[in-house]
């Protein structure tokens, strides 16, 4: 099975902020890395796909970034409602692993 | 609009088996791929499997091979999916997803979950 692990785990930032998470896989997954955002007793939410591409209706102050193993989600601006917990999935191969999530916090 | 509807909680007692249902509405089901994803308390999402609709081909983590099975009745277009021999750690939310069209496997609907508490 391909690992997936995030850094870091949890982060405390202040709205405003220009925040970064990166997953990194076991192995090569090309761009085969989806992001998606929980809230609190709610559903994931998927927001970047294919590495680097907005789901239809994600604001613009994300982004993602990465091939192969490294990669990136980052936050611009950070606004109150991204106050949430952030989860990398590789999908190159089954199982489609997720990372272990990364918990962001207002500082 | 789009969207999957999951059966209500379930308490079972360990050994015992679990059926949840995921009904899909606002698009043709047999169109997108069905996965499974669980999650246990203050822990995270971890991928169970998937399924067709419309052959009914499944594939499974392999934590989960001879326990887990996904199925599908196209008639009201909805998935299920039976756990059994379950144990305490199965305790979960149990969700279901639609996967988006194209290549990625975006799971880019999901139901709203069903706790599944297992307690002797």
């Known amino acids: 099975d391909i690992q997936m692990t995030q850094s870091p785990s949890s982060l405390s930032a202040s709205v405003g902020d220009k925040v970064t998470i990166t997953c990194r896989a076991s192995?090569?997954?090309?761009?085969?890395l989806n992001w998606y955002q929980q809230k609190p007793g709610k559903a994931p939410k998927v927001l970047i796909y294919?590495?680097?591409y907005f789901q239809s209706g994600v604001p613009s102050r994300f982004s993602g970034s990465g091939s192969g193993t490294d990669f990136t989600l980052t936050i611009s601006s950070l606004q109150p409602d991204d106050f949430a917990t952030y989860y990398c999935?590789?999908?190159?191969?089954?199982?489609?692993?997720f990372g272990q999530g990364t918990k962001l916090e207002i500082k | 609009q789009v969207q999957l509807v999951q059966s209500g909680a379930e308490v079972k007692k360990p050994g015992a088996s679990v059926k949840v249902s995921c009904k899909a509405s606002?698009?043709?089901?047999?169109?997108?791929?069905i996965n499974w994803v669980r999650q246990a308390t203050g822990q995270g999402l971890e991928w169970m499997g998937w399924?067709?609709?419309?052959?009914?081909?499944?594939g499974y983590a392999q934590k989960f091979q001879g326990r887990v099975t996904i199925t599908r009745n196209t008639s009201i277009g909805t998935a299920y999916m039976e756990l059994t021999s379950l144990r305490s750690e199965d305790t979960a939310v149990y969700y279901c997803?639609?996967?988006?069209?194209?290549?990625?496997?975006?799971?880019?609907?999901w139901g709203q979950g069903t706790t599944v508490t297992v307690s002797s």
């Open positions: 997803a639609r996967e988006g069209s194209g290549l990625f496997h975006v799971l880019d609907v």
């Open positions: 606002g698009y043709t089901f047999t169109t997108y791929d």
């Open positions: 399924m067709n609709p419309k052959t009914g081909n499944t």
């Open positions: 192995q090569s997954i090309s761009n085969y």
């Open positions: 294919a590495a680097s």
């Open positions: 999935q590789q999908t190159y191969s089954t199982p489609y692993t």
